[in-house]
């Protein structure tokens, strides 16, 4: 009972082309798992995959110990799901919305649940506008409640913070923590936001068409980050040619291409030489207007990881 | 292995209702949204205006009408100035709406809500999801229809002062049933759209032209085909031929088929619906049918017709349980 999630060899292909490539996945009962990856990395054809929505082409999957392609029914009762870019029937209320989702779980006595659901996302107050009216925000907190209705001891969500604005992912982010860490229900949580990801799952995987390339605690993806190279773009005064050959000449500063703008430039740093360059440059005189970390997308994080990837490898 | 049967068993249980939720849910919606008062609203019009012209009709020449026993039903069947077609024409022109637009955005529709996905992830079988859907939609257009019956027996009772019999009555449940089977075939040719088109949009206009073709070119259309299958010179073997060609050709049209079916339920002087010659109607006595002989002259129609509703609705079963849940 300790693997809540195991898949092996999992493998989805659409015609020539592999949207999950053997993916292997083990989750533990009441942990937080991150699936990190860009958009279109297939981790939605995994979640359906999971659901049993969508047949694989190849590889197991046991959720709870049930096969979704045998078992469905039984997997979709006890799992809830927060699919991306969620939807409501606009006519309905946010409550008929949830009354309906109840109903079709075969539950009777629904209505408390539901109140105390909707207290919980804090849409107690909007609980009876009718859902076209919800921002996109509360139509995504309408959808957790929505996959919490039936009570589920997994929770899949799909992207569950695009469209809340900082303070209710804060919020957010902290609800699903108390639901692993109270509730005891393990959830995986798909997302291509880097930061959101490593600060409540205990583990993740870093997902790139449709393969695993890193997997661990958000510690150990750290680790493989700090010895990467950082790329930053300086703003230098002065003359162009001269900044340069200034850049060029600094130890632990490689790679130095013009920027996007007259007078950037962005250069390559060992992790951890970002203040010793900066200080190098103004003590050459260097007039430095500003100074940019250029890692703050997953975009970068992943070219980085794979360099480091390259090097470590035969 | 006790919890496991247990476990099944209610499951079982569930499943049962799972059906039920959506075409509650559904029959909800289809009552409370705008189409359906606009829907009742025309039917209701054009039903009112057709049985007051009729009934004035027949107002006129009922003094001279001694012997007519199912006078009531007259009322969907006569056709009087101004108004150009009987109640049944009328009925076998709109009611395919009715179809259609409790069918076009049964799956499109959730597709562009986004509800999906959502829907699919709760523990009911993906073709409860359309059965509900199905037969949500054919209980509003029974309980329309029915209504509209109804209505028209009201009125008639009132302008004519005559009671529908018995038998008259047993007619009317009879021609309700087989509108309803009638309208479902529209229902499940607008729900396949909606299973194929990505767009709400694009699967209301595939029915519609449909609906649209038959309605208005079809006999054009059938005599074109006939005339290809079975040329007519002139003499009368070939004109007999070619009308054979044509009614055949034009019973594949759900269209003919009600109509049909319904001037032979709804009026007990109908004999045929075939091709009759002069010499064969040549001092026939007229006589009126009993609804079970009735029934028997129309059970091809009736059969057919509910051959190509089953099969539509098996298309568009059969293409949403292969439908990718992504978009």
């Known amino acids: 009972m300790s693997t809540t999630i195991r898949s092996k060899g999992l493998t989805k292909a659409y015609g020539e082309h592999t949207v999950v490539d053997r993916l292997d996945l083990e989750i533990e009962a009441g942990e937080v798992f991150g699936l990190l990856g860009p958009n279109g990395a297939g981790k939605t054809t995994t979640i359906l995959m999971l659901l049993g929505l969508v047949q694989p082409t ?59 659901l909707l207290d919980l996302v804090g849409l107690a107050d909007a609980a009876d506008q009718a859902a076209g009216e919800y921002s996109r925000g509360m139509k995504q907190r309408l959808g957790v409640a929505d996959a919490l209705v039936k009570g589920p001891s997994v929770l899949i969500l799909d992207e569950p913070t695009t469209a809340i604005d900082p303070e209710g992912v804060i919020e957010m982010l902290a609800l ?39 997997q661990g605690t958000p510690h150990d993806l750290a680790a493989v980050e700090e010895t990467a190279k950082v790329r930053v773009e300086f703003r230098l005064g002065g003359d162009p040619s001269k900044a340069r050959d200034l850049l060029n000449s600094m130890p632990n500063v490689s790679d130095v291409e013009a920027g996007r703008v007259p007078g950037s430039w962005v250069a390559g740093l060992e992790a951890g030489s970002l203040p010793t360059a900066v200080s190098g440059l103004v003590s050459r005189g260097a007039d430095v207007i500003g100074v940019h970390r250029l890692d703050e997308d997953l975009e970068t994080i992943y070219r980085r990881y794979f360099e480091v990837r390259e090097e470590v490898s035969p | 292995m006790t919890t496991t049967t247990a ?27 705008g189409r359906f008062v606009v829907l009742m609203g025309v039917l209701g019009i054009a039903t009112a205006a057709a049985v007051f012209a009729a009934s004035g009709g027949i107002r006129d020449v009922a003094p001279n009408a001694q012997g007519i026993t199912a006078l009531f039903l007259k009322l969907f069947t006569v056709t009087v100035d101004p108004v150009p077609f009987p109640l049944i024409v009328f009925v076998g022109f709109l009611a395919p709406l009715l179809g259609i637009m409790f069918g076009f955005d049964a799956v499109s529709g959730e597709r562009s809500q986004g509800t999906l996905p959502r829907l699919l992830s709760q523990p009911i079988h993906r ?16 309980i329309m229809l029915t209504a509209l019956v109804l209505f028209v027996s009201g009125i008639g009772i009132f302008r004519l002062g005559v009671v529908p019999s018995p038998t008259e009555i047993s007619r009317l449940a009879v021609w ?56 007519r010179d002139g003499s009368q073997a070939a004109e007999i031929a070619y009308q054979r060609t044509n009614q055949a050709v034009s019973q594949l049209s759900p269209v003919t ?26 001092r026939a006595i007229v006589s009126e049918l009993n609804l079970t002989q009735s029934l028997a002259v129309v059970w091809p129609q009736i059969a057919i017709l509910v051959a190509m509703t089953s099969v539509m609705f098996a298309l568009a079963y059969i293409a949403f349980m292969r439908d990718e849940v992504r978009a």
């Open chain 2, 176 to 231: 309700l049933v087989f509108a309803i089977i009638y309208v479902g075939f529209w229902q499940a040719l607008a729900t396949l759209s909606s299973v194929l088109a990505r767009r709400a949009s694009t699967s209301a206009m595939i029915p519609i032209g449909v609906w649209l073709v038959l309605t208005l070119f079809g006999s054009f259309l059938f005599g074109a085909v006939a005339g290809v299958l079975s040329p």
């Open chain 1, 176 to 214: 699903i923590q108390r639901l692993a860490k109270e509730e005891g229900v393990t959830v995986l949580l798909a997302s291509h936001l880097l930061h959101q990801v490593q600060a409540v799952c205990d583990r993740v995987a870093i997902f790139v068409d449709g393969k695993v390339v890193a």
């Open chain 2, 127 to 142: 073709d409860e999801v359309i059965l509900g859907k199905f037969v949500a939609g054919l209980t509003v257009v029974a």
């Open chain 2, 7 to 33: 476990e099944t068993e209610r499951a079982e249980l569930r499943r049962v209702g799972g059906w039920r939720a959506v075409a509650g849910k559904e029959v909800a919606d289809h009552l409370l949204s």
């Open chain 2, 257 to 282: 088929l009600f109509q049909q079916g319904s001037s032979v339920l709804l009026d007990p002087e109908v004999r045929t619906v075939g091709l009759v010659t002069l010499e064969q109607v040549d």
């Open chain 1, 58 to 116: 190849n590889g197991t999957i046991k959720v709870l110990g049930l096969d979704p392609r045998r078992n469905p029914l039984e997997v979709k009762r006890h799992v809830g799901y927060l699919p991306d870019a969620v939807g409501f029937y606009d006519s309905m209320t946010g409550r008929q919305n949830l009354r309906f989702t109840a109903r079709l779980n075969g539950l009777d006595d629904f209505e408390g649940q539901i109140e105390s």
